[in-house]
């Protein structure tokens, strides 16, 4: 019987990590937090170029160390014939190997799949890339914005008549980087049945379309191109957003509380709607709306958010405040649930960062540390995983084919 995991349920699953910016490194950090040993390899002398994004604390990367934490770095040129060798000991040495350049970049340094695959047949290799492995479009460069335009995300996001909104955060990258996780953890799971590896495809493209909940759907059915609705959704009403006397309050009138449009119109001091045809059922809301809308913006302009909450909660009525990300990290459930975890950094100094949401009670994962300097653990990898001693890992520096740098500061 297989030891238990002791750092998270990924406990034991090596992977070699190729990947820069967000789609890719998303991917990673969450297999990290959940227990895999990430190995980033990054290039000499430069490395991520997400360590040059901003915010800066004196040269160094919040954002790269948002969602590089708990990584191992090491830095080996690639496109040197000693580095291409070293390369390909390690792939013997790993579960997965994780990737975002565009198709065909692995391949022009005969690092592609086949070539992988023929040096570790059990090895799990993941590409994310604009718009796939295969297609008319892969070779074509995407970054987040453009999938969201592209997958039709940024065409129903925004208010109705108003111009394309991009979300507020790098959707097109972070499900990429989630179906990415999901489909290494598929692949390893064949993998103890079959005993090989395989190739795991990851598009933004496709998972933008994925994502987009019912839209395509809808379209197929009806025939009409789905359109901005706000804060509004297509069929439940009311459920977005409403101004109140100070500030927004957030209303999910959907499924799951009898009577609910009775009750939210009495609390409304606005009897006269509960019978009314046009908005007695949700069907009946949804082709009104434009009728019903200002009617219950009047209403919840008159109190404020907490006495709305209040009153509505009591009928068990999903509702709570729109509140901004300062308001939000105060939240005492986030609290209870340790989800933004004070992490160390020898520079940028004590920040929280948001912790994994997967809550397992036996084998529980979560944050192991600080993001790394780039090419911090070289030595000790290289030593680690194919047993080159001192002479021959200071050989390799010495001739730059790798890069050994720790930290300016002990962090203890």
Not at 26 to 51: N, Q
Not at 236 to 246: E, G, I, M, R, Y
Not at 400 to 410: S, T, W
Request: charged content about 20%.
């Amino acid at each position: 019987m297989p030891a238990l995991p002791t750092n998270g349920p990924l406990d034991g699953l090596r992977i070699l990590d190729l990947t820069w910016v967000l789609s890719g490194p998303f991917a990673t950090m969450t297999l990290s937090d959940l227990g895999a040993d990430v190995i980033k390899l990054e290039r000499p002398p430069y490395g991520d170029v997400s360590r040059t994004t901003g915010p800066l604390v004196d040269g160094e990367s919040g954002y790269f160390f948002s969602v590089n934490r708990g990584k191992r770095s090491i830095s080996i040129d690639l496109k040197s014939d000693v580095g291409k060798k070293l390369f390909q000991e390690l792939i013997s040495e790993v579960d997965v190997l994780v990737e975002n350049f565009t198709p065909g970049a692995m391949d022009s340094l005969g690092l592609g799949y086949s070539e992988l695959a023929h040096v570790n047949p059990q090895l799990i290799y993941a590409a994310i890339s604009g718009y796939g492995q295969t297609g008319p479009m892969r070779e074509l460069p995407a970054l987040d914005v453009i999938v969201q335009g592209a997958g039709g995300v940024m065409s129903i996001t925004g208010e109705p008549g108003g111009e394309p909104i991009r979300p507020g955060f790098s959707l097109g990258d972070i499900a990429a980087g989630l179906y990415c996780a999901i489909g290494i953890l598929s692949a390893v799971r064949e993998r103890e049945y079959s005993g090989l590896g395989q190739l795991v495809d990851i598009s933004m493209l496709d998972s933008q379309v994925a994502i987009l909940e019912n839209a395509y759907m809808r379209y197929h059915i009806t025939g009409e191109a789905p359109e901005p609705l706000g804060t509004r959704h297509p069929t439940a009403v009311p459920f977005q957003a409403f101004s109140t006397k100070d500030g927004y309050l957030v209303l999910a009138l959907a499924w799951g509380v009898p009577n609910q449009w009775a009750l939210l119109c009495a609390e409304l001091d606005a009897p006269e709607l509960i019978d009314d045809e046009r908005f007695a059922t949700a069907q009946a809301r949804s082709l009104n709306h434009a009728e019903l809308e200002p009617l219950l913006s009047r209403a919840f302009s008159k109190r404020t958010t907490s006495e709305w909450v209040d009153a509505l909660q009591q009928y068990g009525m999903p509702c709570g405040p729109l509140n901004n990300v300062p308001t939000a990290a105060q939240l005492p459930q986030l609290g209870e649930r340790k989800m933004l975890v004070p992490v160390k950094h020898h520079t940028i100094g004590t920040i929280p960062l948001p912790n994994t949401p997967v809550k397992l009670s036996r084998t529980p994962g979560g944050i192991k540390g600080t993001s790394p300097d780039m090419g911090e653990h070289t030595r000790e990898v290289l030593e680690e995983l194919l047993g080159l001693d001192s002479q021959a890992v200071g050989d390799l520096i010495a001739e730059e084919i790798i890069l050994d740098q720790r930290p300016a500061v002990d962090l203890g």
